[in-house]
């Protein structure tokens, strides 16, 4: 990987993006679906509102299809093959399912915009928390033998 690529992939990860309007969103959407979105620009904020796009706009089953059928002819447009890693799709599912969570009750509750921002911004903040560590149960020490056995 080139240094440039790395620091693009390290500022992209680490800027928190939001939206000024909502036509800044919808010429996301265009350029995504006509194929004329740079690669350049195929940021992971712009994977990330493009799902939460198609979220927002359709029933989840007709959702999932459109974002399928998308990814795959922005993918076979730029990188001459029709199909992604099989982790890239469980990712997309993934966050499909995280944008329908957080929908379910903030949809109508705000203008658009505001919803996307605080999606982009809530999975940023849930993502770079650390997960803490779950302890591992140990049994109580019941008699003198059990105790040397553990120490050993």
């Known amino acids: ?8 992939i390290a500022d992209d990860a680490t800027r928190v993006f939001s939206y000024r309007n909502s036509s800044e969103v919808f010429e996301l959407i265009v350029a995504f679906e006509n194929c004329t979105l740079p690669p350049e620009k195929w940021t992971r904020a712009a994977f990330l509102t493009v799902i939460f796009w198609y979220v927002y706009m359709n029933p989840l089953p007709e959702a999932r ?11 076979f447009e730029h990188c001459g093959t029709a199909t992604g890693g099989s982790e890239y799709r469980v990712s997309t599912l993934f966050t499909v399912r995280k944008a329908s969570d957080y929908l379910n009750p903030n949809k109508g509750k ?5 919803l996307v921002n605080r999606f982009l911004l809530g999975l940023s903040d849930e993502e770079a928390a650390p997960k803490p560590r779950k302890k591992r149960f140990t049994p109580p ?7 040397k056995i553990r120490a050993y």
């Open 1 to 8: 990987m080139t240094k440039t690529l790395q620091n693009r």
């Open 65 to 75: 299809r459109l974002i399928r059928d998308g990814l795959r002819r922005y993918i």
């Open 110 to 114: 705000d203008f658009f915009v505001e």
């Open 141 to 147: 020490v019941r008699n003198e033998r059990e105790a």
